[in-house]
């Protein structure tokens, strides 16, 4: 159900979820809110199971019925600043943004302001009554690319659905170390990583995840792809091109040192050695409009820092091609 003044959601506890926390279970059900939220409702017997009020700490089973009603609740703890933001669409229910690698997107601990968030607070103030902002979906703070964010309570029950049901479309590109001989699908669960805990892995405890790439260009030592996601777990495409030995370009997390094609000159080594950020970049979103049901698709060009990086392998590439000749 859809409300303009409530939010609302039903769901049924799948078998991965069973025996679970209550407020676990809930988490990974609706990731767009916060545990301390999600635990307020459920004391406060907004989020009931099977219609009745449980604590917290009590176990769900399969096939548990979860019902979520709250009324929306304003975060006066963050506040509104006036940062500049590259607006791609807009109207009274979304607003789509070009992100600029080096923002963050929602604050943290160590980032409290400067954040998205901040900036939709100063543009958009009536996000402040929704969940995260209006935030549904994140990239990383040194992913670049196309994000989209609800301005109404409408909207956001209907982008959470969207990405749950995986009918919303995401493409990246990307620049990844080594030559790949063609596209492929990556199917490995990512969860938290077991020893290193900034980091996320490929285990098998982990939740299904799910990266389709196809190759754009292949340089000597590094191939240009394009990747579309089924799931969106967090740093997925950097852990699972990193899992099939492709890492990105200056993925500072993942990625190890960088890597030079053989007769390379200054100019590229300085290029590759500099780049200080993945080469990731959110370029397409395809996505249901929520009140009209009409199919939207909203695209930006790839950066400057991405085009002078593919240039110069282009450059190298061309060059070496010539000498062979």
């Known amino acids: 159900m859809t409300s303009a003044n409530r939010i609302t959601a039903e769901f049924s506890i799948p078998s991965e979820l069973s025996d679970r926390r209550l407020d676990q279970a809930a988490s ?18 907004a989020l009931t199971v099977n ?11 399969l096939n ?3 019902s979520l009603d709250a009324a929306p609740e304003a975060r006066v703890s963050w506040q509104a600043e006036a940062i500049d933001l590259d607006i791609v ?46 935030i549904v979906h994140r990239l990383d703070k040194d992913t670049s690319g196309v994000m989209v964010v609800a301005r109404s309570l409408i909207a956001h029950t ?6 749950q049901t995986r009918t919303m479309g ?11 001989t063609g596209g492929a699908t990556v199917d490995a669960p990512i969860g938290r990583h077991p020893k290193e805990r900034k980091k996320m892995g490929v285990v098998a405890s982990g939740k299904t995840a799910v990266t389709h790439y196809v190759v754009a260009e292949r340089f000597a ?12 777990r967090t740093h997925q495409i950097r852990v699972h091109l990193a899992h099939v030995r492709h890492p990105l370009v200056g993925d500072q997390l993942y990625g190890g040192r960088p890597r030079f094609p053989k007769g390379s000159n ?31 698709t909203l695209e930006v060009p790839l950066p400057a820092d991405l085009v002078q990086l593919l240039d110069g392998l282009r450059e190298h590439k061309h060059d070496s091609e010539q000498r062979d000749i």
């Not at 219609?51 to 009590?58: N, V």
């Not at 590109?173 to 080594?178: K, P, Q, R, T």
């Not at 080594?269 to 009209?292: C, D, K, N, Y």
């Open 158 to 163: 209907s982008l959470v659905e969207q990405l």
């Open 89 to 134: 669409y807009q109207d009274e229910h979304l607003l789509v943004i070009n992100k600029p690698a080096g923002l963050v997107v929602h604050p943290a601990a160590g980032h409290a302001d400067g954040t998205l968030v901040n900036a939709l607070l100063n543009y958009a103030p009536e996000v402040e009554n929704l969940p995260r902002a209006g």
């Open 221 to 232: 030592a590094h191939t240009h792809i394009r990747c579309k996601l089924e799931t969106g």
């Open 266 to 296: 200054d100019a590229l080594r300085g290029l590759l050695a500099g780049f200080q950020r993945q080469a990731l970049h959110a370029r397409q979103l395809t996505l249901a409009h929520p009140e009209t049901g009409e199919r939207l």
């Open 28 to 45: 990974d059900l609706m990731p767009e809110h916060s545990r301390s939220r999600l635990q307020h409702w459920i004391k406060t017997g």
């Open 51 to 61: 219609g009745q009020t449980r604590k917290p700490r009590d176990k769900v089973q």
């Open 64 to 66: 548990d019925h979860l």
């Open 170 to 180: 995401r493409e990246y590109e990307a620049v990844a170390i080594g030559t790949m």
